[in-house]
């Protein structure tokens, strides 16, 4: 009577241990691998160059935009030309168009998206302006805000933040079109402390968020943004995630505003609040179920792969110089095959392309 005891437990043990395995196989089959791409992009044409990368995105064909801020180094001033505003690479790195005139285009030009229908929006963070050109540059369709005039108590750049306006902005860092009715979420920003919303013909139609305390930071209080509002991105359920920078978290809120959930962006070196903050960028991965959150954290260097819910599978990166490296790492987006673009700003002032290692 012993034995076929045993022997059902011994089976049912086997059993057990198959699950896990299989269990722990598939967990690892899912992991996500990235190299750099050290071919892209290609070198651009004459002797133009490039200044701080503001911002990079890419359109439905994976056609790739990096907003470029067009201030050289003095010394690059001395043989080298000033790359446009925006430049249109192919997913090999050619460079296919360029477009935008400095006067016109946002100062310290940042952030990019492009809506359902391919047009380009931009905004930038030393001006008061978005910007919605077609996809080929030729024409502005619609322009928010009044440029060189902020939501501030003088009107200037350096007047204190209102956080009010219906018709003007404040250093505006980001973008979203709700694709339903194209209605324009604008992180604004690095003045003002909300997420402010219009029609798709500029019409004012609501905001939500004002400056948070370090006490409301650190309890992760909805609505409460520490520095920057670094970023919005709608994902397809309709939900609103806002890049709350110095705070080290994504909130998560719906269509009107109202707080839904924090997500936080730790790696164990910073406080809360950080005077760098780590969440700088969000974009989700292009599947239909938006499987992954692709995040950029540019006090520790990394780029962050989250799962839709907020949980991290895996990430990437560090500090330096090197091929692969990052120094700035400020904001990315990722294309139809998982391979991801990351701009970097400031001393950084390159573009790299990561592969997704199949």
């Given amino acids: 009577m012993r034995q076929p005891g045993l022997f059902q437990r011994k089976i049912w043990l086997y059993v057990g241990l198959t699950i896990i395995l299989v269990g722990c196989y598939s967990a690892q089959a899912q992991v996500l691998k990235y190299e750099v ?72 030009i940042h952030g990019c ?32 805000g009044t440029k060189g005039l902020f939501d501030s108590s003088t009107g200037l750049i350096t007047g204190i933040a209102m956080n009010r306006s219906k018709n003007l902005l404040n250093k505006p860092a980001d973008i979203a079109v709700d694709p339903t009715n194209g209605d324009i979420y604008i992180a604004d920003g690095y003045g003002d402390h909300r997420i402010v919303v219009f029609d798709k ?29 670094h970023c919005v991105v709608m994902d397809n359920s309709g939900l609103v995630y806002v890049c709350d920078r110095q705070g080290n978290r994504i909130q998560v809120f719906d269509k009107m505003g109202n707080f839904k959930k924090n997500i936080w962006i730790k790696s164990g070196h910073e406080e809360t609040p950080d005077s760098w903050g780590t ?10 179920a938006q499987k992954y959150m692709i995040v950029a954290d540019g006090r520790n260097e990394l780029v962050h792969i ?3 819910e907020g949980n991290e599978i895996t990430k990437f990166g560090r500090p330096g110089h090197q091929l692969g490296e990052f120094t700035h790492c400020h904001t990315l987006d990722i294309d139809s095959k998982g391979n991801i673009y990351v701009a970097e700003t400031d001393i950084g002032r390159r573009i790299d392309k990561f592969k997704l290692v199949k």
């Fill in 201 to 229: 013909d500029g019409k004012f139609l609501r905001q939500f968020g004002e400056q948070a305390t370090k006490d409301e930071s650190a309890a992760g209080d909805g609505g409460k943004f520490m520095g920057v509002v």
């Fill in 113 to 144: 998206i492009l809506d359902k229908e391919n047009n380009i929006y931009v905004a930038g963070n030393d001006d008061a302006v978005v910007q919605k050109y077609t996809h080929d540059g030729s024409k502005m369709l619609l322009q928010i």
């Fill in 306 to 308: 989250l799962d839709h």
């Fill in 279 to 288: 969440a700088w960028w969000l974009r989700f991965s292009r599947d239909p």
């Fill in 37 to 108: 791409d050290p071919t892209w992009p290609k070198p651009l044409p004459g002797l133009m160059v490039t200044g701080r990368a503001g911002g990079i995105c890419v359109d439905a064909q994976d056609h790739v935009f990096e907003v470029n801020r067009g201030d050289l180094q003095d010394k690059e001033k001395l043989v080298g030309t000033p790359a446009p505003p925006v430049l249109e690479y192919d997913s090999d790195g050619n460079l296919v168009n360029t477009f935008g005139d400095f006067k016109t285009a946002p100062a310290s």
